[in-house]
């Protein structure tokens, strides 16, 4: 028997517009397969008038939410506004009212979880949020309904399709940060105030909501540690390189037992590592469970089509799951549990690039002050020299995150050291 849905979108933006392209198109395959007819009944702009590149009747365009809100046949609103607010009042107030909400909102949703689900169940309506991560790759779905019977231990991910392509193009043609991010933003991957991507955010508020779902356990975004990508040069990408490094943003999660470690920032990982082949604006999550043992999944990461396909795929599933709609069974909620330990001082290999006076001892203060504090030195390279001065490039084993920057802030303070250039984390 066909059921029909009636549903509203908040937004009508690159991925509002996929979403709607999707549901025009795609609409009979729909009845097909899943037995339901999806009517886009209201669409809330800021603008009625504005002329928009995917053709709509107008008289499906409102500037009021109260249009959408009030209307007892709407019974599911898919949000497409972004940033924090008004979109956390409107998702609120859908949910209040009864109505499911499919956001792609990762900001919203890494920072009011708690005041949304708890919405949600209070009211019986559905909270779903597949397009939050990762665009077109079923990620939170994977997590969710394919891997419960693993404990997972470790996720890596490239989840920010902006810098993924920024530092493709910096490895790939030499150029520097400035020239590529230029390109980046006339093309569309970047937008005019980048800081969202490029210091990390965006993948910072993704992160939160994977290590949330993967360990069980609220991670709030002020657990994580986060470092963005403008301090990466050509010269460290050139002489990674000679160790067999490709460099990416990635975002890093590792549980040991009731230790866990939630940090994302620039870094090295071997050449031939499975994420070192995801180039441009791609995603891909890096997963490791106990009994899955590794697994990737690898896709658009952003884009109308691909995440309006995450939006209609949860549309879908709000739509056979309306009777009755699952919520997360966290340990916790605005609160950590007194067993848990968030671990700021992890153990990983650095690159550490410098710049000293070309003089016989140096390499030997430098190393015994590594060895002061624990850190353990596997390989050194010494460039040419270039006048009374020469870079060295220091690989470290496995060192503690504090002792190396304890370590660091000594060897800044000697004589002989011009500068320390770059830092660099090291995962394989």
């Not at 708890?118 to 309904?145: D, F, H, M």
């Not at 939160?208 to 994580?224: V, Y």
């Not at 050449?271 to 999550?285: F, I, K, Q």
Request: overall charge negative.
């Amino acid at each position: 028997m066909l059921k029909e849905i009636n549903i509203a979108f908040l937004g009508f933006g690159t991925v509002g517009t996929g979403a709607y392209t999707i549901i025009s198109s795609n609409g009979r395959k729909l009845f097909e397969k899943e037995g339901i007819s999806i009517n886009v009944k209201r669409i809330l702009v800021r603008d009625v008038a504005k002329k928009r590149s995917v053709v709509v009747d107008k008289s499906l365009l409102t500037d009021n939410i109260d249009d959408i809100i009030n209307d007892p046949e709407i019974s599911i609103v898919a949000e497409f506004i972004g940033g924090e607010e008004p979109a956390r009042e409107y998702i609120l107030a859908a949910l209040k009212s009864k109505k499911t909400v499919v956001t792609a909102n990762k900001e919203v949703m890494a920072r009011h979880w708690e005041e949304l689900e708890k919405t949600a169940r209070s009211t019986g309506a559905g909270l779903y949020y597949e397009a939050s991560v990762g665009g077109g790759i079923p990620i939170i779905k994977v997590i969710r309904e394919s891997l419960q019977a693993n404990n997972i231990n470790e996720i890596m991910g490239i989840i920010n399709g902006t810098t993924n392509y920024i530092l493709t193009k910096m490895s790939e043609d030499g150029r520097s940060f400035e020239s590529v991010l230029e390109e980046a933003q006339k093309l569309g991957y970047a937008e005019p105030d980048p800081t969202f991507d490029i210091e990390g955010l965006d993948a910072m508020f993704k992160l939160s909501i994977l290590s949330t779902l993967a360990f069980h356990t609220r991670i709030h975004i002020d657990k994580i540690y986060r470092e963005g990508i403008t301090r990466i040069t050509t010269d460290d990408i050139a002489f990674g390189k000679e160790l067999g490094f490709s460099i990416r943003l990635l975002a890093i999660a590792k549980k040991h037992g009731q230790n866990i470690e939630v940090r994302v920032h620039p870094t090295f990982i071997p050449a031939d590592h499975p994420l070192a082949s995801v180039r441009d604006a791609y995603n891909a999550v890096f997963i490791r469970g106990d009994a899955v043992g590794n697994l990737m999944l690898y896709g658009r990461g952003a884009g109308d089509l691909p995440t309006g396909s995450a939006i209609v795929s949860d549309i879908v599933n709000a739509c056979l799951h309306e009777s009755g709609h699952t919520y997360s069974t966290l340990s916790n909620g605005d609160w950590t549990p007194d067993k848990i330990l968030f671990n700021d001082n992890w153990e990983t290999e650095f690159f550490i690039r410098m710049t000293v006076k070309d003089q016989p001892g140096v390499l030997a203060k430098i190393a015994g002050i590594f060895g002061k504090y624990g850190v353990s030195i596997a390989s050194v390279i010494q460039k040419r020299r270039n006048g009374d001065s020469t870079p060295i490039i220091f690989v470290t084993h496995k060192a503690r995150e504090l002792s190396i920057d304890k370590a660091i802030d000594e060897i800044k303070e000697e004589s002989v050291v011009i500068r320390v250039e770059n830092v660099i984390r090291v995962e394989r």
